[in-house]
């Protein structure tokens, strides 16, 4: 089975300062992988996918993850955070059972940015 | 384009009450999914559609929930005799086609509050 793990439930940077977000995979098969973001009362949007390309990928927004199939994690990161990166972050992994390529998502980390 | 449309935005019911939630994929995608996100947690699958079939419906909780696409575009989700620990959100999702690396695209979701 293949299952997706976001360590820690929030974190909180400056404006202007590094963000890291966490996400390592579990997968017997070469995975396919996504980070979503969430603000509030709205629907996920996708930020960027590792689909076995390139392992840096970027995505909108300044975001950006790299894949790492020795350490089994794809990290998310942007260089300098902006108060309107404030919202909860999901990791997915897509996997496909039959003909169903169904996501399963981390628990989310919500991401505050401090002024 | 339009995107992915879900109705209603709030639904509060009462513990036994039937509840349908709707949902309009954007227009040709074939694949659409249905989600559940508890408070805190990421979204769960629940079933996925390929055209009119379900072709997976392996995360439906019980046989209180049905879901169906008769034409292939939109879909509902069936929720009878409610209970209160059904109260959560309810995300869809299409995507073009139901490949591993197909961008799912959600909706906005359905809360659904069942008192």
């Known amino acids: 089975a293949q299952s997706v793990t976001q360590l820690g439930s929030h974190v909180s940077v400056s404006e202007g300062a590094l963000v890291l977000l966490r996400c390592n995979y579990s997968?017997?098969?070469?995975?396919?992988l996504f980070w979503y973001v969430q603000y509030p009362n709205q629907g996920l949007q996708l930020l960027l996918k590792?689909?076995?390309?390139?392992?840096l990928v970027k995505g909108i927004n300044g975001f950006e993850a790299e894949f790492k199939k020795s350490e089994t994690s794809f990290h998310l990161t942007k260089p300098s955070a902006h108060m309107s990166d404030a919202a909860e972050y999901f990791c997915?992994?897509?996997?496909?059972?039959?003909?169903?390529?169904?996501?399963?998502f981390g628990k989310g980390i919500t991401l505050s940015v401090r002024p | 384009g339009a995107g992915v449309s879900q109705t209603p935005s709030n639904k509060v019911t009462e513990k036994g009450k039937y509840v349908e939630l709707r949902c309009d994929p954007i227009?040709?995608?074939?694949?659409l999914y249905w989600y559940r996100q508890s408070l805190g947690q990421g979204p769960e699958f629940l079933i996925y559609f390929q055209g009119t079939g379900a072709a997976d419906d392996s995360g439906l909780p019980n046989d209180r929930f049905f879901a169906v696409r008769p034409e292939g575009s939109v879909s509902t989700l069936k929720i009878q005799r409610t209970e209160r620990g059904d109260s959560a959100m309810y995300l869809c999702a299409s995507s073009l086609f139901p490949g591993v690396g197909e961008t799912q695209y959600f909706g906005p979701g359905t809360r659904l509050l069942v008192l």
């Open positions: 997915a992994v897509s996997h496909l059972t039959g003909a169903n390529s169904k996501l399963t």
């Open positions: 590792y689909t076995s390309a390139a392992t």
């Open positions: 227009s040709g995608h074939t694949a």
């Open positions: 997968s017997s098969v070469p995975p396919y």
